[in-house]
């Protein structure tokens, strides 16, 4: 299996968990979106790493933590729409901030820490 099969499988995967959780149709397409980005970025830059959802009453937390060298561009670039070092269209991370309630990020050269929530 390549790293894209297995990243399409855990997309899915997230997709379904999501839609058990009697969100709107609106939000779980929210959530999934934002999962979905944080998935293929952890693909695409890091070694390793893993993605974490808590379902409180009213939110959902989102953790995506990996293994990677941290950005390689300063951030405020990073979150700039059309924003990529990796060839695409850098969409990503701007619209995980967008869509995010709460956001906040930690990176440094061994890893990347970003931590979204989502008020339902």
């Known amino acids: 299996m390549t ?4 990243a399409t499988d855990l997309v899915q995967q997230v997709t379904y968990f999501i839609k058990q959780q009697q969100l709107s149709d609106i939000q779980c397409c929210e959530v999934a979106t934002i999962c979905s980005e944080l998935i293929y970025n952890m693909i695409k830059y890091a070694q390793s790493g893993e993605l974490r959802l808590n379902f409180t009453q009213d939110t959902v937390i989102i953790l995506s933590q990996d293994q990677s060298s941290g950005f390689a561009m300063p951030l405020l670039e990073a979150f700039a729409e059309g924003a990529s070092t990796g060839g695409s ?3 990503g991370l701007p619209s995980v901030l967008r869509m995010s309630d709460d956001f906040s990020l930690a ?3 061994s890893g990347t820490t970003i931590t979204c929530s989502k008020v339902l």
């Open 3 to 6: 790293r894209d099969s297995e």
């Open 89 to 91: 269209l850098g969409l």
């Open 107 to 109: 990176t440094s050269n």
